[in-house]
């Protein structure tokens, strides 16, 4: 892998801890819905960094 294949599941990592620290905010804030697709979104992301570092 090299150039951007290398920093793909780098920066779907960091979108997902953006998403989980905004879907708990979102929440907070009393939309239900919206946060928790947030949260949702981000264990896809995390699953899809799971399955593209595999062997």
């Not at 953006?18 to 995390?46: D, F, H, N, Q, Y």
Request: net charge positive; glycine share 10%.
């Amino acid at each position: 892998m090299d150039g951007i294949a290398q920093a793909a599941p780098a920066l779907a990592m960091l979108a997902a801890f953006a998403c989980v620290a905004g879907g708990i905010v979102t929440l907070r804030r009393g939309e239900r819905l919206k946060g928790v697709l947030m949260l949702v979104m981000s264990v896809v992301l995390v699953g899809n960094v799971l399955i593209w570092t595999m062997p």
